[in-house]
T-cell receptor, first 112, second 114 residues
Framework: QKEVEQNSGPLSVPEGAIASLNCTYS??????FFWYRQYSGKSPELIMF????GDKEDGRFTAQLNKASQYVSLLIRDSQPSDSATYLC????????????FGKGTRLHILP | DGGITQSPKYLFRKEGQNVTLSCEQN?????MYWYRQDPGQGLRLIYY???????QKGDIAEGYSVSREKKESFPLTVTSAQKNPTAFYLC?????????????FGQGTRLTVV
């Protein structure tokens, strides 16, 4: 089982609709969860981070974490063409083996 | 301006050569990371370092080497033992050991074997 799993997509969403991106992780010791956006040929940029169970909202973005189900998601409301990118889920486990592991990413395409 | 600087942006390597990719940060971060990204793929961890003079292998360390002699610098050497080195290489840093912080990325180095 891979440490961080994402559906590779592409996920196509009409402009103005809600895009829902999902991620599961295998290590129950994981404590920090991040969503990055990566445009083609560019380096990833942080969109959201979440540490506690529940929802965290920032503008059009909402991150959701369920540690019991080992599941983290990202919702993008009022999707814009500029949201078309690859979204990477990342997980960090605290402690001696502190490292950040990324999923393969989900390609999101917003249809004008 | 604080940030992470990778150089060069593009690098061409002949078969059998070693090359070193530079990564420097002035964010006063303890932890630094090297990732490799192949087309259409996610980021795979090569090496990471939580503190000066210490580093650990990631998932794909074979054919690579690193050093962490200074807090600001974490160079990656791609050796001739790496059979398929053509990829996009990303360096990142974070505040570190508490784990409660995100990684910030450099602009990446695109390595091509010719």
């Amino acid at each position: 089982q891979k440490e961080v799993e994402q559906n590779s997509g592409p996920l196509s969403v009409p402009e103005g609709a809600i895009a829902s991106l999902n991620c599961t992780y295998s290590d129950r010791g994981s404590q920090s969860f991040f969503w990055y956006r990566q445009y083609s040929g560019k380096s990833p940029e942080l969109i959201m981070f979440i540490y506690s169970n529940g929802d965290k909202e920032d503008g059009r973005f909402t991150a959701q974490l369920n540690k019991a189900s080992q599941y983290v998601s990202l919702l993008i409301r009022d999707s814009q063409p500029s949201d078309s990118a690859t979204y990477l889920c990342a997980v960090n486990k605290w402690g001696r083996d502190d490292k950040i592991i990324f999923g393969k990413g989900t390609r999101l395409h917003i249809l004008p | 301006d604080g940030g992470i600087t990778q150089s060069p942006k593009y690098l061409f390597r002949k078969e059998g050569q070693n090359v070193t990719l530079s990564c420097e940060q002035n964010l006063n971060h303890d932890a630094m990371y090297w990732y490799r990204q192949d087309p259409g793929q996610g980021l795979r961890l090569i090496y990471y370092s939580q503190i000066v003079n210490d580093f650990q292998k990631g998932d794909i360390a074979e054919g690579y080497s690193v050093s962490r002699e200074k807090k600001e610098s974490f160079p990656l050497t791609v050796t001739s033992a790496q059979k398929n080195p053509t990829a996009f290489y990303l360096c990142a840093s974070s505040l570190g050991t508490l784990g409660n912080t995100e990684a910030f990325f450099g602009q990446g180095t695109r390595l091509t074997v010719v």
